[in-house]
């Protein structure tokens, strides 16, 4: 049994498999619907249906809420339909839908592990078997559990141009089913299956306002594969990248960031601390992110195509996304992915 799902306002026509989730149907298809855990946990997918039955898997209240339900919101990665369906996109986006790229699973290998600070390790994978992933800046893979059917979202850290690896940052959490194997059993050679990749926070080439990169902790990754791949690519787009961080303990890549300016036209790099002591004797910004980008940001640049790109826990975002509405920037010039836990 298969059911046709219209997506307005762009009018696109998808067919979904008996028991298929709206979103899993769509990335079969090559369709880039706006999307971020694939879980129900973060609300990216959320829509509205206008017409046909459907049935919600398991998801998170703050995903979406009892009202939003009643009011006829869903969320396409957890929609079950029973019947063919319209639905109407929240948000879309037209230039992602053409920049699409196939999602495939992939072997790989552990290549190297390093320590980036106390909490966040830097992990790269070799792709096996002459495979190649195809993704953009910005985007990210599910990596399995050996032997299981469980998976956790990595932003790849690298640039496209590194086709056949993959390297991420990943901040370890005690306890966490990924970050204990991360960093008590993982050794060089062994193998990881990868999927993907997923995601929106994806640079558009032929945009050519300023940018803001915005990220805290693990959220370094996308955003410093999208800062590299400008400089690979000689994009002379201004860029501000504000980077929050409790202590100096967590910052990391300082010299790196040095280097990185050299290569772009016009780069600030912003890193702020929000638990800063004496003995850190840090004279750089302070306080919480939002905070430091609140007081950097000038209301005209909102009024220019300027584009923001965050990625990290979903407080820092939403708080973010406020800032930069308040200043004036349109919910289509903001790009994030929230990191936010897995449900199983
Ligand atoms: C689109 C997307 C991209 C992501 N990209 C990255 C990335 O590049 N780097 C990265 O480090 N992480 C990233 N994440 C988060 C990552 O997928 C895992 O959720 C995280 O690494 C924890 O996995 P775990 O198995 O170690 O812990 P789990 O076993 O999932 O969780 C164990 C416990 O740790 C705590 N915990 C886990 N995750 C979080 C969290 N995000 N915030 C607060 N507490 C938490 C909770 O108390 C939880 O009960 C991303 C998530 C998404 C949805
Ligand atoms: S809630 Fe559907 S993608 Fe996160």
Not at 135 to 158: C, K, W
Not at 194 to 210: A, S, W, Y
Request: net charge negative.
């Amino acid at each position: 049994m298969t059911y046709k799902v219209t997506l307005e306002p762009v009018g696109i026509e998808m067919e979904v498999e008996e028991d298929e989730t709206v979103l899993e149907a769509a990335f079969r298809q090559g369709i880039a619907l706006m999307h971020g855990c694939k879980e129900g946990q973060c609300s990216t997918c959320k829509s509205m249906l206008i017409d046909g039955d459907i049935e919600m898997e398991r998801y998170s209240t703050f995903a979406l809420n009892e009202m939003e339900k009643e009011e006829g919101y869903v969320l396409l990665c957890k929609t079950i339909p029973y019947s063919d369906l319209t639905v109407e996109l929240l948000q879309f986006d037209e230039e992602a839908l053409k920049m699409s790229v196939p999602i495939k699973t992939c072997s790989t290998v552990v290549e190297k592990i390093e320590s980036l600070t106390h909490d966040i390790r830097k992990l790269s994978l070799k792709i096996e078997n002459s495979e190649q992933l195809t993704f953009h800046s910005g985007q990210f893979v599910d990596i399995y559990l050996p032997g299981e059917d469980t998976y956790r979202s990595y932003s790849m850290a690298n640039t496209p141009s590194q086709s056949n690896r993959l390297e991420f940052m990943i901040k370890i959490f005690k306890g966490g089913k990924f970050s204990t194997l991360l960093d008590e059993k993982l050794k060089l050679g062994d193998q990881l299956t990868i999927r993907g990749p997923f995601g929106n926070c994806i640079r558009r080439d032929e945009n050519t306002g300023d940018i803001i990169l915005l990220g805290g902790g693990s959220g370094m990754a996308p955003l410093w594969s999208i800062l590299n791949d400008m400089a690979e690519k000689n994009v002379k787009r201004k860029v501000t990248f504000f980077y929050g961080a409790r202590t100096k303990n967590d910052l990391f890549y300082l010299e790196k960031f040095k280097q990185i300016a050299s290569k772009l036209e016009d780069f600030t790099f912003i890193p702020a601390l929000s638990e800063s002591d004496p003995s850190d004797n840090w004279d750089g910004e302070t306080g919480l992110i939002t905070e430091v980008l609140e007081r950097h940001i000038d209301p005209s640049l909102a009024k220019s195509d300027l584009e923001a790109f965050l990625c990290g826990p979903a407080p820092m975002i939403d708080a973010s996304i406020e800032v930069l509405k308040r200043k004036g920037v349109t919910s289509d010039r903001i790009f994030f992915d929230k990191f936010v836990p897995a449900s199983v």
